[in-house]
C-alpha cells in the first residue's frame, strides 16, 4: 500500500514538467548515484546506460528498457529486486521507492533522455553525497551505554550486555563458561602461540580466586612470547617479508628483521597504538631514533605502483583507496584524484637505509668498500685491456692459426691451446665452408670484424653520452654488426671465443714488467678484501625527498597518460565539505601520519579494535577487516564496535587493555557448542584450526625441542635442525616455505586482513610424514618416562595435551605401542595429530 | 572456520571445494571440456616467426615500416626484420606454420589458430599475470586455481591444479596462487628437472610402512570420537585420502612407467617430459596441468630471433605428439590444449643498448598468436587478424579474458558467475571484462 502511494507521488510531482526536465531533475541524478559508476564507460554486463539507444540495446541479458512499458523492462524488475538474478544496485539497500516511481514514469513517457553533461565528466566536479556521508564507518565514534538484558546473571562486562541483547532480541542465549582447563588452553595459545604448560594449568586449577583467570591473562599479556604471536598478527596486515620481490632471482634484505623484532617488541612494550600507526607512516620525521624502524612498512614495500597506498589504506583505516587508480571508486566516495594525492606523499619519500652503527664505524667501513671497488676495477682493467691486446696478436696471425687447425701448415711460433681453440671452431657444421677459400682473406675479416666492432662500441657510447643507465640503454636507438659478422665476432672475441683469454687463462702469456703489475694488483684486491667488515648493520626506513612534488593523476591508471594534478593532501571522505585540507610539510608523511593516528578519524581505532577481536573470535565485528566501504560487510555489533573503540582511545590507545577488556568477558569465556550455523551473534566461542606458526611451534614445545631465542635474523624453516619459533623464520615474497604455504599463510605480496583456514589431505601428507613430526616424536619418545606403558601413557598426555588420559585412552595407547620400540614415537605422533592438538576450542 | 558441512563437502570433493552452487549436478552451461593443458612458452614468442606469416614484412626487411613509427614496445626497435623462417601451407585447411613447428604443422587441423591476441603492457610481469590470474597485479587467484575452485578434481587422490616447469617461470608462484581463494586450490608445482618422483609432492614420501600408517590411522580415529565433542570430524576423512596419495601420486608422475618409444616421441627434455606428465595427469582426472617452457623466460630472444628454432625442436615434437595421444585415446575433445606466451614480438628488430647484436626483436604487447585444440575449440582455423606487419591485431582483437571466458565456458562455466567474495568484492579470473568467442567453439 505504501509503494503504491509512493509511485503516486511521483507521477503528481512530475505533471508539470517537460520530459527532459523530469529526467534532468528526477531520473538522471538517480541513475548517476546508482548505476553510471558500472554502466558507462565500464559496461558491466554489457550494458551501457549513457543513452536512450543504450538503454533499448541493453546488455547480454537483453535491453534494459521497454519504451513505454516499465513492467516489462529489466530495468525495472533489476531495481525493484524482482528479477531472480539483477537485484539493483549490486550492494546496499534497494532504491528508494520514490525513485523508483520516477523511473517507471520516465520509461511509461518514452523515456526520454537528452544528451547532457554528466555521465562523462563525472569525474572532474567530484561531490560526495549526503547518504555517502552518512555511511556508518563515516560517523563519529559514539560512546553507547552497554544495553539491557534479561538474562542478568550470564554477562560480567559491558561487552557481554553487547552481546546478550543482541542475542535475546533473536531469542537465543551465549553458551555457558568453558571448562577451565580448556579456557587456559585458549587463552595460552591465543596470546602467546604456545599451549600452556602442565604445571601452569594446575596452577590456575588451583587457584580459587576470584581473579585467578585476570592473573592467567596478566602473565601471559607480561610473557616476550606474546609480542610473538601478536606482531605476526600486525605483520599479516604488514604484508612483511625477509627479501625483495624480484623476478629472476632471490634477494634477501637480511636486515628485514630489524622491523619484524620492532613490530614484535611494540606489542610487548603496549607502544599506544597511535604512536605505533605514526612510526611506521612517519618514524623518521619524529625525532625520535626508536621509532624510524617503524617505517620499515614502506622501507620494505614490494615495490608496486599502488602498494604503499594500498596497505596504508586497507591496512589501517579499512579504505580500499587503490581500487581508484584508474576510475573513481565504484562504491565509496573515494575519488581517484585522493589516490594521487595519496601516491605523492609515498613519492616524495624515499626508501633509506639508517646505519645503526656510529658515524665513524660507517664511515670506515664505506671506505674500505670504496677501497676494494677501486681496486677491483683497476684489476678488471688491466686484465680487459691484455685480453683485447692478445686477442688482437692472435687475429694477425688468424690465416697460420687456421691452417694449423686444419693440419696444413705448421705449428712453429703458434700457442697449442689456441689451435686446439681453432680446431673445436671449425669442427662445428659448415663452418670451414663458409670460410674464404684464402686464409688470408680470412684474416682480414677477422681484423676487421674487431676494428668494426671497436668503432660502433665507441659510436654507441656517444649516443647514450656514455650512460650504463638502463633505462637509457633501451630506449637508446644504437648501432650493431650485421647478424654474420656479429657471430663472428662473438666466436673470436667475446667470452670463450678462440682469441679470448680473460682473467686466468691470460695469465701465462703475461710476462715480464706486465706479470708483477698484475700480481701487484692482484694483491691489493686481496688485502682490500681482507680489511672489509661486515657491514654494519642498518634499517630499512625512508626519508623525505629534497623537492617533494605533487603527482598528477594516471589516466585509467596509465602513467603515460597524465591528467590533472592531485595536491598532496588528505582524502575527501574524510574532510570537512570544503574540500580536503593539503600536505605542505615535506613529502606530507607526517601530517598524513596525525591525520590517520586521530583520535577524531572516526576508523583508525575502530579498525584496530576490530582486528583485535578478530584475533580472538577468528571473525571481526565487521567481518571485511581491511574494508569497512559499502562493499564490505557491516558490522555485527555496530554499538559494541564503538564502545570498544572509544575504550581503546580512553585508554591511550593501548592494545593490552584491548585484550584484558576482551578476554575476561563471559563472550570471551564461553564454551564452544555443537550449534551449526554461522555464530554470527556468538552463540558459541568459535573453534579453529591452529595456524601456521601456532603448529609448527605447538609440535616443538611439547616435544621439549623449541628454542625460544627472542628476536634476531631469520632462520629458513626448511632447516629442520632450527627450532626457533616461526615467527623468525624466512619470510619469501617469491617463495613461500612449503609448510607454511600448506597451513594458509598469507601472501606476503599484499595487506592481508585475515588468514582463511582449510583443512585438506595436503597439510595431512605433512602430518603423516613430515621431519617435524618425526623428530619431535622421536624427542618425545627420549623425554617420556615410565617403568610401565600406562606411566609413559600418563606423563605423555601431561606433556602433550597438560592432563591425564581417561581409562579408554590408556586402554588404547597400552594397546599401540604392545609392540614396543618404533610403535612408541609413531604413537606420539598420533596424538600430535588428534583434533584435540590441532584445534583451539 | 568452514562449517562442518562445508567441510565436509570440500573432503568429499577431494582437493576441489564447490565453487558452483551445485556443481555436481548442473553447470552454467554443457560440459564440452573436463581438462585443461596450457603449454606455456614463457618469454614472449614470436608471432611473425610462428603463426602468422607476413609477406609484407619480408617484402620491407631491412626498412622502416611504411605504415609510420613504430609502437611503442618495452625498449627501441628499428627497421623491419624478415622472419628468417619459411612458412608452410599445412593440414587439409591449408592453415600456414612456420617450419620450425613440423609436428604441430601436421596436426594443424585440430588447432584455432587465434591471430589477434593483445595485452596492455610491454613487460613480462603484468602481462604474465593478465594472461594467468587476469590481471597486471599480483594477488589474485590464477585460471587453475579458478577451474580447481569451480569444478573441483575429478580424482580426489590427486590435486586439481599441477604446474610443470623446470625451475620457476618470471615471478613463480605469483602465476598459479590460489590468492584469497582457499590454498588447496593453488598449483602443486612440480620442478621437472628432478626426475625423481617422490620429491615432486610435499612430504609424499611415506616415513612408515602402509601397514603401520594403517594402525596410527585408526588409533586417531578412535583418539578423536573420544573426545566426541569435536564439531570438526573432517580430520580422519583428509588423513584417508592423504594416505591414498601417498601411493596414486607417484605412479602418475613417473613417466618412466611409459614405453621407451612414447618417451621418444615427445622428446627427452623437460617440456617433453612435461607434456608426457601432462596427459597422464588428464587421463587421471587432474583439472589443469599448466607446463612452463622453461626457466626463467626462454623465449624472451631480444638478441636473436633464430634462438626460436632450438625452442621449438623442443616445444614442437612435445606438442605434437600431446594432441596425437590425446586424440588416438579419444581425449581431446573434452581437453583443450592452449599454446602461447604472455605476449609476442615486434616485427621490427630490437636495436636498444640492451642487445649484443640486433637479430631479435622486442616485447609485442599490440598483437601476437595463440593456438587452441580440443575441449570443442574448432580445428583448422584461424580467427583474426594483425595489421600488414604483424604489429598490431586490428581485426576481431582477442584479450585475455576473452579466451579465458571461451575456455571457461567449454568448460561449462559462465566466467561472469564463478565469483568469490574477498575483501567485501565478488571477484573473478575475467575481471570486469571478456567476451566468449562463439566463432572459436563448434
Known sequence: MKWLLAVTAGVCLSAAETPAEFFETKVRPVLAKNCFSCHTQTKLGGLAMASREDLLKGGKTGPAIVSGDPEKSLLVLAITHQHERFKMPPSGAKMDEVSIGHIKQWIRDGAVFPEGPGTKQAGKQYIVTKEQRQWWAFQPVKNPAPPAVKNKAWGKSPIDAFILAALEAKDKKGMGPADRRTLIRRATLDLTGLPPTASEIDAFLADKSPDAFAKVVDRLLASPHYGERWGRVWLDVARYSDDKLNSTMDEPRPNAFRYRDWVVQAFNKDMPYDTFVKAQIAGDLLGKPELIAGTGLYGLSPEFQDDRVDVTTRGFLALTVACAQCHDHKFDPIPTKDYYSLLGVFN???????????KEAVEAWTKKKKELDKAKEDLTNFYAKQTEQLSEIFAAKADKYLLAAQDKGPYDGLDGETIQRFRNYLKKKDRLAKIADSPAVFRAELIAVQEEKKQIDEKNNIRLGGSRERGDLSQADLLSLAPDKFYLWRDFYRNGGVFNYGPGKIDRFIEGQWREHLGLLKQIVETAEKALPEQYPFLHAMADNDKPKNEHIYIRGNRANLGEEAPRGWLTILSPEGGPPRFEKGSGRLELAERIANKNNPLTARVMVNRIWQGHFGEGIVRSTSNFGRLGEAPSHPELLDWLATKFMEKNWSIKAMHREIMLSSTYQMATGNIEGENRLLEQFPARRLDAESLRDSILSVSGRLNSELGGKAFPLEDVKQNRRTVYGYVSRRRTDTMLNLFDFPNPNATSEKRVNTDVPLQRLFLLNSSLMADSAEALDKKVEGSTPSERIQNGYRAIFGRTPTKAETDLGVQFTKAGGEAWPEYWQVLMATDEFLMVR | MMTRRELLQTVGMGFGGCGLASAAATTHFPVKAKHVIFIFLNGGPSQVDTFDPKPMLQKYHGKPMPAGPNLKTERKTGNLLGSPFTFNRCGKSGIEVSEIFPRIGQNIDEFAVIR??????????????????????????????????????????????????????????????????????????????????????????????????????????????????????????????????????????????????????????????????????????????????????????????????????????AIGALIEDLRDRDMLKETIVLVGGEFGRTPSVEVSGLVSHQNGRDHNNHGYSMIVAGGGFKGGITYGATDDFGFKAVEKRVYAHDLQATMLHQMGIDHTRLTYRYGGRDFRLTDVGGEVIHDLIA
Not at chain 1, 616524495?348 to 656510529?358: F, G, I, V
Open chain 1, 348 to 358: 616524495s619519500s624515499k626508501q633509506n637505509e639508517y646505519p645503526l652503527a656510529d
Open chain 2, 116 to 317: 589477434s591476441m593483445y595485452t596492455d603492457r610491454p613487460n613480462h610481469e603484468p602481462s604474465l599475470l593478465i594472461m594467468n590470474c587476469g590481471v597486471p597485479l599480483p594477488g589474485k587467484p590464477s585460471m587453475g586455481s579458478w577451474l580447481s575452485y569451480g569444478l573441483g578434481s575429478m580424482n580426489k587422490n590427486l590435486p586439481g591444479f599441477v604446474v610443470l616447469c623446470p625451475g620457476v617461470p618470471v615471478i613463480g608462484s605469483q602465476l598459479w596462487t590460489s590468492a584469497f581463494l582457499p590454498a588447496v586450490h593453488q598449483g602443486v608445482h612440480l620442478e621437472t628437472k628432478d626426475k625423481d618422483v617422490r620429491k615432486l609432492v610435499p612430504y609424499i614420501t611415506p616415513r612408515r610402512s602402509a601397514e603401520e600408517q594403517r594402525k596410527q590411522m585408526d588409533l586417531l580415529a578412535s583418539l578423536n570420537k573420544l573426545q566426541s565433542e569435536s564439531k570438526f570430524e573432517s580430520g580422519v576423512e583428509s588423513m584417508e585420502v592423504a594416505f591414498r596419495m601417498q601411493k596414486e601420486a607417484p605412479e602418475v608422475f613417473d613417466i618412466s612407467k611409459e614405453p621407451e618409444k612414447v618417451r621418444e616421441r615427445y622428446g627427452d627434455t623437460e617440456v617433453g617430459r612435461g607434456c608426457l606428465m601432462a596427459r597422464r595427469m588428464v587421463e587421471k582426472g587432474v583439472r589443469m596441468v599448466q607446463i612452463y617452457h622453461g626457466n626463467g623466460q626462454p623465449w624472451d630472444n631480444h638478441d636473436d630471433i633464430q634462438i626460436h628454432r632450438k625452442l621449438a625442436n623442443e616445444a614442437d615434437p
